[in-house]
C-alpha cells in the first residue's frame, strides 16, 4: 500500500510514476530512479519496475495507515517488480527480490482524505529476501560490543552458527568471549525462529549459558533482552492486500539465509 501524499489520483502514466517515486522517497533515500513504469494506454501498465538498491531507510517506517471508507478499481500491471539489493538492516545488508504478475490496484483513502495505492489482487508472485550469514554474525557482534562496553566488558570472538530445523524453522547459536580486566569467559546464546502454519513467524527458546562470573554476569546484562523477546510473533501477512493471500514460505540455510514467499489470489 501507497500513501500518494495528494486528495487525488494521478491521471497519467507520467504522474503515477512520480507520485509512487515521491512516496517512496518518503522513507528512502536514493540517488537516480527509483520507480520506472511503461503504459500505451494508461491506467493499464505493461511493467512497472521499483529498484531501491543501495538505499537508505529511515530508522522507523511509518505503521500503514488505515483505510477509510470503500476501494475502487485504480489501475493494472502486468508485472511488477522490485529489487532492494545490499539496503542495510540493522547493521546487515540485506537483498530483497519480488516479481508479481497480473496485478490490480484499488484506490481509496485515508481517514485524513489522503489518496491511498492499494494492491487488490495478484495473479502469482514472489518475494525473496537473503543475508549473508557473515553479515549477520558482524551485526550481532557490533551490536553486542557496545552494549557491553556500557557494562565495562568487552565482547571478542564472535560467532553465529545457524541450521535450518525444516522448511520453516531455524535454530540459531551465537558464541562469543566476554572480557573483563583479565578474565575471559564463553557465553552462549541459543534460540529458534518458527513460521506456523497460518504464517506467523515466532521467536522462542532463547537461552544463555555463561562460564563462571564472567560468563554468569554477561548473562545476566542480556537476561531482560531475552525475555523480552522469547515469545515474541509477528504476523508476515499485516498488511491490508486485498483479495491476495501467501501461499508459502520457505526458509533455506548456508552460506546466506535465504526467505521465499510464494503469493497470489485465489482462483473462484
Request: charged share 25%; aromatic share 6%.
Amino acid at each position: 500500500m501507497f500513501a500518494l501524499g495528494s486528495k487525488d489520483f494521478p491521471q497519467s502514466a507520467a504522474d503515477f510514476e512520480r507520485a509512487i517515486d515521491e512516496s517512496l522517497r518518503r522513507h528512502a533515500r536514493k540517488e537516480g530512479r527509483i520507480v520506472t513504469v511503461s503504459s500505451r494506454v494508461f491506467p493499464y501498465f505493461d511493467d512497472i519496475a521499483i529498484n531501491l538498491d543501495g538505499a537508505q531507510f529511515n530508522s522507523r517506517l511509518p505503521t500503514p495507515s488505515p483505510i477509510a471508507g470503500e476501494t475502487k478499481h485504480a489501475c493494472e500491471a502486468a508485472i511488477v517488480t522490485l529489487s532492494a539489493r545490499n539496503v542495510p538492516v540493522q547493521g546487515a545488508p540485506i537483498s530483497l527480490r519480488m516479481e508479481v504478475r497480473d496485478v490490480v490496484f484499488h484506490k481509496g483513502q485515508d481517514e485524513n482524505g489522503d489518496a491511498l495505492l492499494i494492491v487488490q489482487k495478484a495473479r502469482d508472485g514472489h518475494i525473496v529476501v537473503s543475508v549473508a550469514q557473515l553479515d549477520i554474525e558482524n551485526a550481532i557482534a557490533e551490536t553486542a560490543r557496545v552494549e557491553a562496553a556500557k557494562n565495562g566488558v568487552s565482547i571478542e570472538n564472535v560467532r553465529l552458527a545457524l541450521r535450518a530445523r525444516g522448511a520453516r524453522s531455524v535454530a540459531a547459536n551465537v558464541r562469543l568471549q566476554a572480557r573483563k580486566f583479565l578474565f575471559r569467559a564463553n557465553v552462549d546464546i541459543s534460540g529458534q525462529l518458527d513460521i506456523t502454519d497460518d504464517f506467523v513467524a515466532k521467536v522462542s527458546q532463547l537461552k544463555c549459558r555463561g562460564d563462571g562470573a564472567i560468563g554468569s554476569f554477561a548473562c545476566g546484562l542480556l537476561e531482560p533482552h531475552l525475555k523480552r523477546l522469547d515469545g515474541h510473533s509477528f504476523p508476515l501477512m499485516s498488511l491490508p492486500l486485498g483479495e491476495v493471500q501467501l501461499h508459502d514460505v520457505r526458509i533455506t540455510v548456508a552460506d546466506t539465509v535465504e526467505i521465499t514467499a510464494d503469493f497470489g489470489t485465489a482462483e473462484s
